[in-house]
């Protein structure tokens, strides 16, 4: 009688046990199932068979909420396009600040494609406006790994409001008693000058400041990178021992200049006695009008500049780079070292920005560009680097420009590390 029950118990708890076995395995079969079919969904197939990334951002333009959501949504994943292609860690990160002048990215694209091991770069593009256009131009880059993030608080996502441009806002030259008698917004708060804010010349300061943290911060990419993040703009254009150069600029840094603090891989000069000049560099203080192009910037620097955030976010300039040259010992105690090309190995090519927007002749950027090239030819991949001299390193004061009184802009552009 006893036997019988103990094997009626067996049974039972066999039967138990093969029960959740088989619900174990059903549900590992459907989760597995699901996350090929995410993990299908997500990749591009081409008619080779080769995986890429691409579809894995589906932006949507359709109205400012879904172009918001596509934004915030992009930022949160940062799909890395081919990524599959070019594995492994980053030799070097560039981040390019994308404004709405595609024929000019066209051009500094096509410069990257003709750099030396540039299958080892991670670009980054920083995006203020969104169009099918622009996504479709660097989702087309086959070279190496690219990263897209975007501008949360691009004027474009918020067309009539703070801190795009409020109907509600004081006008930009309207007198301070008038301002306030008509009650408009910010009336208590013009610049040094008297100006009230304009939203379209506060954004270039606001989206540098924000991708400075995000990209140091934010992007896993960049995770356990140790290397100089180079910061480009849209209009410029990279000579193709870019790569070269700056390698024998890092191993220059660490035998003759430990406490240079920043790169400048570009100039302002063009490609003028590019030849002579090709192996020289100097040492200088940081210069808002000389060292803005091809700016390296390490984790290190980063930091420093982390500790002025305030300083920045409040100082009344609306240029970022005259606004650093101020933190350069004003706000850093010891002013901003920076090793220099004197062969310039990026070029400006724009002719329109921020305050000229008529009469951009792309076509003439890509005429003169090639132009440098050629006469560059004869002066790149140089062995060595030689110091030509060191200039003195001090803290360069200057006249603030205004345009950043608004408290908003302020206010806003400190919340960026607690917001991004």
């Known amino acids: 009688m006893r036997f019988r029950l103990l094997r009626r118990n067996l049974l039972l708890l066999l039967g138990v046990i093969f029960v959740l076995v088989t619900l174990l395995f059903s549900t590992r079969v459907l989760v597995v199932s699901e996350d090929d079919a995410r993990t299908g969904s997500s990749r591009n197939v081409d008619g080779n068979g080769n995986q890429g990334t691409n579809s894995c951002e589906i932006f949507n333009f359709g109205s400012v909420s879904e172009l918001t959501q596509s934004v915030y949504s992009a930022n949160y994943k940062q799909c890395v396009h081919n990524a599959d292609r070019f594995p492994g860690e980053p030799q070097l990160v560039l981040v390019v600040q994308v404004h709405n002048r595609p024929e000019y990215l066209r051009l500094l694209i096509r410069s990257l494609e003709k750099a030396a091991e540039v299958h080892s770069f991670l670009l980054i593009f920083s995006h203020d406006y969104f169009s099918q256009e622009i996504n479709t131009i660097v989702q087309g880059i086959t070279f190496c790994k690219v990263l897209q993030i975007y501008f949360p608080f691009s004027t474009q996502l918020y067309p009539k409001e703070f801190p795009g441009q409020d109907p509600r806002d004081c006008p930009r030259d309207m007198s301070k008693d008038a301002a306030r008698k008509t009650g408009c917004l910010n009336a208590d708060h013009p610049d040094s000058y008297g100006h009230y804010r304009e939203a379209f010349v506060t954004q270039t300061k606001h989206h540098w400041w924000w991708k400075l943290h995000f990209v140091w911060e934010r992007v896993q990419a960049m995770q356990g990178y140790s290397g100089f993040a180079v910061f480009l703009e849209e209009d410029n254009y990279i000579l193709p021992d870019f790569f070269h150069f700056y390698k024998l600029m890092i191993g220059f840094r660490k035998t003759s200049c430990p406490d240079c603090d920043m790169l400048a891989l570009g100039n302002h000069n063009g490609v003028i006695d590019f030849t002579s000049m090709s192996d020289k560099v100097l040492t200088s203080g940081w210069m808002s009008t000389k060292h803005n192009i091809g700016m390296g910037i390490s984790r290190e620097v980063y930091y420093k500049l982390m500790g002025c955030s305030n300083e920045y976010c409040t100082y009344d300039d609306y240029n970022w780079d005259w606004t650093l040259q101020h933190l350069s010992g004003a706000c850093i105690s010891k002013p901003l070292k920076v090793l220099v090309a004197q062969g310039s190995r990026v070029l400006h090519t724009g002719d329109c920005g921020l305050h000229q927007k008529d009469n951009c002749r792309p076509e003439q950027a890509s005429q003169k560009a090639a132009e ?23 803290h360069k004061a200057h006249m603030k420009n205004g345009g950043w009184g608004d408290v908003r802009d302020h206010a806003l552009c400190n919340n960026y590390s607690k917001r991004l």
């Open 372 to 394: 440098s090239l050629q006469k560059a030819k004869e002066g790149l991949y140089p062995p060595r680097l030689v110091l030509s001299r060191a200039e003195p390193v001090e």
